[in-house]
């Protein structure tokens, strides 16, 4: 199946600081791109979606301006935090959708990303 | 931010014998739903999917059920395995190919 990973696996930093994270689609292009974030215990959350060439699209309540995302080739999105503070602490997972896959409707996702802001 | 003292609905299972998740969903148009397994740091896996147009699904030792009319989705293992512990969410494809996961279940397999 199709292969996305993610870089770094880990990272911690200290607050203050930004952070980015790649998100790449290994055998497919991928004209769309998603990010998620995940508490512990908690279920995924959609941050934005990635749109190869245009601006990326934010969820209700998600800062675009804290959270920089740029998609500038078929294969990679990279997800920005700046300014990071403790709270921004989490497990940050992309997924790609391959259009040639499942009808369209199948997204790839990453192995995840553990962000710790001290 | 972070929420403190949360537990995920844990159901434990026997091994070698069958499970059965359950998922409510929310919004009546959605016409792709799909299973995903997640282990402890790793991203999710994809197990399954159903359209609309279907109410049931069957994989390799997986099935999922699709009732549209009270907008619930269920996910049963057979032989359930120890590999088979994990997080398993459902979510359901939106506009615009966004995906809404719900909020999750605990599968402990007890040898």
């Known amino acids: 199946g199709a292969v996305v990973s993610q870089h770094p696996s880990r990272v911690i930093c200290k607050s203050g600081t930004s952070v980015k994270i790649e998100c790449r689609s290994l055998?497919?292009?991928?004209?769309?791109m998603f990010w998620y974030r995940q508490f512990p215990k908690q279920s995924l959350m959609l941050m934005a979606t990635?749109?190869?060439?245009?601006?990326?699209?934010?969820e209700q309540g998600v800062e675009k301006d804290k959270f920089l995302i740029n998609h500038a080739s078929l294969t990679l999105s990279t997800l920005t935090v700046t300014s990071a503070h403790p709270e921004d602490s989490s497990f940050y997972i992309c997924?790609?959708?391959?259009?040639?896959?499942?009808?369209?409707?199948?997204?790839?996702f990453g192995p995840g990303t553990r962000l710790t802001v001290l | 931010g972070e929420s403190v003292g949360l537990h995920l609905p844990t159901l434990s299972v026997q091994e070698g014998d069958n499970s059965i998740i359950n998922c409510a969903y929310s919004?009546?148009?959605?016409?792709?739903f799909i299973w995903y397994k997640q282990e402890s740091g790793k991203g999710p896996q994809f197990i399954i999917d159903?359209?609309?147009?279907?109410d049931k699904r069957q994989g390799q030792r997986v099935t999922v059920l699709l009732n549209k009319t009270v907008k619930h989705l269920s996910l049963q293992i057979a032989a359930t395995q120890p590999g088979d512990s994990a997080v398993y969410f459902c979510?359901?494809?939106?506009?615009?190919?966004?995906?809404?996961f719900g909020k999750g279940n605990q599968v402990v397999v007890i040898p």
């Open positions: 055998d497919f292009q991928a004209t769309t």
């Open positions: 919004n009546s148009a959605s016409d792709y």
């Open positions: 979510a359901e494809k939106g506009g615009n190919n966004r995906l809404a």
């Open positions: 990635s749109n190869e060439g245009s601006k990326a699209t934010y």
């Open positions: 159903i359209r609309s147009n279907m």
């Open positions: 997924s790609a959708r391959d259009p040639t896959s499942g009808g369209g409707n199948e997204q790839f």
